[in-house]
């Protein structure tokens, strides 16, 4: 069993800055990548940014310049900071991380822009 914490979060101003942080847990030999998805209300679930077990970052369009991933390896946890935040950017945020054997998931953390 694997298990995801998931932290930060929480509301802002448009402009703003917020970070998430994900920590997993569990029976974890090897990681093939971590990262976060977004569902907004009424939208369906977007791939916001993932990296790989070799460090290799990728974003959505509409995240790229704002939004950086990194990871630490050693304790298997991963962050996002999330800079010149949007009220776009308003979403159920939730980190996964892809095993071999299969994909798990966190509970969500709510990130909420104001304008």
């Known amino acids: 069993q694997v298990q995801l914490v998931e932290s930060g979060g929480g509301l802002v101003q448009a402009g703003g800055s917020l970070g998430l942080s994900c920590a997993a847990s569990g029976s974890i030999f090897s990681i093939n990548a971590m990262g976060w998805y977004r569902q907004a209300p009424g939208k369906q679930r977007e791939l916001v940014a993932t990296i790989s077990a070799s460090g290799v970052s990728t974003y959505a369009d509409s995240v790229k310049g704002r939004f950086t991933i990194s990871r630490e390896y050693a304790k298997n946890t991963m962050s996002m900071q999330m800079n010149s935040l949007k009220p776009e950017d308003t979403a159920l945020y939730y980190c996964?991380?892809?095993?071999?054997?299969?994909?798990?998931w966190g509970q969500g953390t709510q990130v909420t822009v104001s304008s």
């Open positions: 996964y991380v892809r095993l071999p054997q299969r994909t798990y």
